[in-house]
T-cell receptor, first 112, second 116 residues
Framework: KQEVTQIPAALSVPEGENLVLNCSFT??????LQWFRQDPGKGLTSLLLIQSSQREQTSGRLNASLDKSSGRSTLYIAASQPGDSATYLC???????????FGGGTRVLVKP | EAQVTQNPRYLITVTGKKLTVTCSQN?????MSWYRQDPGLGLRQIYY???????DKGDVPEGYKVSRKEKRNFPLILESPSPNQTSLYFC???????????????FGPGTRLTVT
């Protein structure tokens, strides 16, 4: 059974510092990995999608890497801003299916 | 604007009173699914649909029904809601996976359901 873990569960950083969010998964047979952002009481906003054949994806200040063999992905957010405060979720899709298996999320607070 | 919409956004109901949460997408996506989010348990899939008239159970289907009569709509039905179905519900959609590729999934804004 695929398990996805995000450590730490919560993170607080001063504005301007780079954020490093970790995601690990137990089964390397995945199709892709997707990072989401969730604001309190709100829906999920897709940030980045990495296909299993890719090693990284970039969008603006966001960069996500994927190492399938070690079962890890890292989301980097450069020069954090208070508006980056949210919960960040990673999710994987296992081969031969489209179900997202989610990690528990990392709650991020960026202090002004 | 490409989006997934859900209605209602908030609902308080009583045990046993049938309800339907609607989900609609305007991206011509084949794949649609429902998740529930609970503190400490995260997001779990309830049901999914690969295309019109094709639905299947996810991880926590008990107490729920779905239908997919049109490509754009995927309603979630609770025929006899119970308090343990109090949760935040999300609908999602994507292009249909094929070969060794799957596609970015888009989520609706969520429906907060309270069953008393």
């Amino acid at each position: 059974k695929q398990e996805v873990t995000q450590i730490p569960a919560a993170l607080s950083v001063p504005e301007g510092e780079n954020l490093v969010l970790n995601c690990s998964f137990t089964d390397s047979a995945i199709y892709n990995l997707q990072w989401f952002r969730q604001d309190p009481g709100k829906g999920l906003t897709s940030l980045l999608l990495i296909q299993s054949s890719q090693r990284e994806q970039t969008s603006g200040r966001l960069n996500a890497s994927l190492d399938k063999s070690s079962g890890r992905s890292t989301l980097y957010i450069a020069a954090s801003q208070p508006g980056d405060s949210a919960t960040y979720l990673c999710a994987v899709i296992k081969a031969a299916g489209n179900k997202l298996t989610f990690g528990g999320g990392t709650r991020v607070l960026v202090k002004p | 604007e490409a989006q997934v919409t859900q209605n209602p956004r908030y609902l308080i109901t009583v045990t046993g009173k049938k309800l339907t949460v609607t989900c609609s997408q305007n991206m011509n996506h084949e794949y649609m699914s429902w998740y529930r989010q609970d503190p400490g348990l995260g997001l779990r899939q309830i049901y999914y649909s690969m295309n019109v008239e094709v639905t299947d159970k996810g991880d926590v289907p008990e107490g729920y029904k779905v239908s997919r009569k049109e490509k754009r709509n995927f309603p979630l039905i609770l025929e006899s809601p119970s308090p343990n179905q109090t949760s935040l519900y999300f609908c999602a959609s994507s292009l249909s996976p094929g070969g060794y590729r799957s596609y970015e999934q888009y989520f609706g804004p969520g429906t907060r359901l309270t069953v008393t």
